[in-house]
């Protein structure tokens, strides 16, 4: 009969517990059933994931290693353990919709120790953490976080391939994906987050880590058979400054000291049926800790004319173009002409150690934006604002600067980690905001800090300056992938485009690999609450058309709809700001067609303005066409795309 009762419960309730001589073994499901975390624990604590019966995690084990001896999750006693659900809406205020459901399943396994770990399901994923209640500081020496796979699986992995300083763990976070079946990862290679595998029946494993706090970042290295394994930089014991970095020359033995009362971050595995749900994926709001920030309406995403990736090219003006007051002057009138709402003062406006040693008069360039409705940014390494954040940020802020984007950071430490949260605050104290450059996936922290306005870890246009291959086809690749982790500073929207054979690197006048059309539609695509406009002035003035769509595509939306895609294939996604809808379609080097199904539009008609690649785009990849039509909801779109090309549109009802 107690076996009877047993199964009952097992079928009507997503939680369940089986004890045994083995063990104690636990279950939880999905909202929607399909998916099934398996929980073991007696000498180690192992963990399973299922999808409709299918294996995504083998039983993989996790540990974390003290430096008293002490190994939470070995030998283990359960002392208690915690079913819950929720289900909520999140308000989301800057971000690619403006409300976020949170519906999960939730076990909270405590064990004796004063540990325990917490187990979510999802219906689009899981997650896992641990959690400490130990009086005092601890300090980790290590931990261990296994992702069994079942088969030789092909994966997605940006591989640390720009060691600096001669460290491991000091990297610019910047990699195209090397695609490979998991018994080919060599053995002393590292990977960054988010790294996605394909697990075979259309579905996909995307892991990642969420609300990352004064804790180092999780790498991915191989394992044994077909398995990956967390690796964690060490705490830094001595640094040094060298040029723009400021580096790591020695380590301890231990990745954290902290807190012994605290949560650590999530370990997450995001689980895809069809590609496209990937590219709309909520996992980093939902996980991260909420906003520490009680009034962010001073907060104010926005477009951005950028200087450096174009190197101050202007011409056609009566004095010589540089990093001086008229240049900046010149990309004020610019911005507010175009109803841009800020510039930026990259590199070169001050010591680059030393803030206080400005070579510009920045305050006369301030000035002057106000007048025209311009607020400026001002560029920093992380070596110098941390040399005296909270006096530097209120100097700048006094005179009206809105916000830093803070570079060269290259490192996810401990230290690096703690480090980019105290900034936010500091930054946020004095109403300004914050563009992280140079830096890791940012795991869920725009959501506890807003003011972080976005974070780069990608390999973006700038990379076009020295010459890549495949920007294409990495370009439909980070939707499904790093764009999972929270937005990225990509820096869209070059206009020297270049067809595969024509593209050669530049540096004073850089090209972009692909068309036109394919420009313009990443300004729908990727997620960037502060969106650069990438080229100089000069040649977006010349090109108008181009200009005017790429200035009225908003970088905050209330609804966004992943269309179709293939992951290093092509995307298609359509976002809504108030009424009008924004869509963009991009493909790697394949010439493609696709078909896009309008019906996220609206009630009523809409005038359609499209941008699309011209006739003789694979000749010449600034070739476009622009076409205004009627649609409505019902209508079906035909795109056909040029090698490298892409496809933008806005839909304002009538």
């Known amino acids: 009969m107690k076996f009877r009762i047993l199964l009952l419960l097992c079928i009507i309730s997503p939680f369940s517990f089986v004890s045994a001589q083995t063990g104690k073994t636990y279950q939880v499901k999905s909202p929607d059933g399909k998916i099934n975390i398996t929980i073991t624990s007696k000498e180690t604590i192992n963990w399973m994931v299922q999808h409709d019966g299918t294996d995504i995690i083998t039983s993989s084990a996790i540990s974390m290693m003290l430096d008293n001896g002490e190994l939470l999750g070995q030998n283990v006693s359960v002392k208690k353990v915690v079913a819950a659900s929720a289900d909520v809406v ?157 580096a790591v020359k020695t380590r301890a033995n231990y990745i954290a000291k902290t807190a012994g009362t605290r949560s650590f971050p999530w370990r997450v595995v995001v689980i895809s049926t069809e590609d496209r749900q990937l590219a709309d994926n909520d996992m980093m709001q939902r996980l991260a800790e909420p906003s520490r920030l009680t009034d962010i309406s001073w907060i104010k995403p926005g477009k951005v004319a950028w200087d450096w990736w174009n190197d101050w090219n202007i011409s056609h003006v009566d004095f010589k173009a540089g990093i001086n007051v008229p240049t900046y002057k010149y990309y004020i009138d610019f911005a507010a002409a175009n109803k841009l709402e800020y510039i930026i003062i990259d590199e070169g406006w001050s010591d680059d150690h030393d803030l206080n040693q400005s070579k510009l008069d920045v305050q006369q360039i301030v000035d002057y934006g106000k007048q025209k409705n311009v607020g400026v940014i001002l560029w920093s390494t992380w070596y110098a604002i941390t040399r005296d954040g909270d006096n530097l940020f209120a100097k700048f802020s006094q005179m009206g600067v809105k916000g830093f984007k803070i570079d060269f950071i290259d490192r996810d430490d401990q230290k690096a980690v703690s480090s980019l949260y105290e900034l936010a605050q500091l930054a946020a104290n004095h109403h300004l905001m914050v563009d992280y450059h140079g830096m890791y996936k940012p795991s869920g922290m725009q959501r506890t800090y807003p003011n972080i306005i976005n974070c780069e870890g990608v390999k973006g246009l700038e990379n076009m300056k020295w010459g890549v291959d495949n920007q294409p086809g990495y370009d439909v690749s980070i939707p499904f992938i790093r764009m999972m982790s929270g937005s990225m500073d990509y820096t869209p929207g070059g206009m020297r485009n270049a067809t595969k054979d024509a593209f050669r690197p530049v540096n004073s006048n850089p090209m972009t690999q692909g068309t036109r059309s394919h420009q313009l539609a990443m300004y729908a695509i990727f997620e ?77 008609s809409y005038k359609a303005t499209i941008f699309e690649d011209g006739v003789n785009a694979n000749h010449d990849a600034t070739d476009y066409i622009k076409k205004v039509i009627t649609v409505t909801a019902k209508d079906k779109l035909t795109i056909k795309m040029a090698s490298g090309g892409g496809w933008a549109a806005r839909f304002s009802p009538l």
């Open 528 to 604: 960037a609450p502060l969106q650069m406009l990438a080229d100089n002035p000069t040649i977006y003035m010349r090109e108008q058309e181009s200009t005017d769509f790429i200035a009225a595509v908003p970088t905050t939306f209330n609804e966004t709809v992943s269309l179709d895609g293939s992951v290093g294939n092509f995307i298609s996604m359509a976002r809504r700001n108030g009424t009008t809808w924004y869509a963009g379609a991009m493909t790697n080097w394949d010439p493609r067609e696709i078909t896009m199904d309008l019906s996220f539009l609206g009630e009523g």
């Open 90 to 246: 999140i308000n989301t205020p800057i971000y690619k919709k403006d409300k976020v459901r949170d519906n999960y399943n939730q076990l909270t396994i405590i064990f004796k120790g004063d540990y325990g770990v917490i187990f979510r399901a999802y219906n689009d994923g899981v997650a896992y953490r641990w959690f400490t209640q130990k009086k005092g500081e601890i300090t980790v020496l290590n931990e261990e976080a296994n992702f069994n796979f079942k088969d030789d699986d092909k994966a997605f992995l940006p591989f640390v391939n720009d060691y600096r300083n001669k460290d491991k763990f000091n990297t610019s976070f910047e990699s195209h994906y090397d695609v490979l079946n998991l018994s080919k990862i060599k053995k002393d290679t590292l990977a960054f987050l988010p790294v996605l595998v394909d697990v075979g029946q259309a579905l996909k494993a995307v892991i990642l880590e969420a609300d990352l706090q004064d804790y180092p970042g999780m790498y991915l290295a191989p394992g044994e058979g077909n398995s990956l394994h967390g690796v964690f930089a060490q705490v830094p014991t001595e640094e040094f400054v060298n040029r723009l970095n400021y």
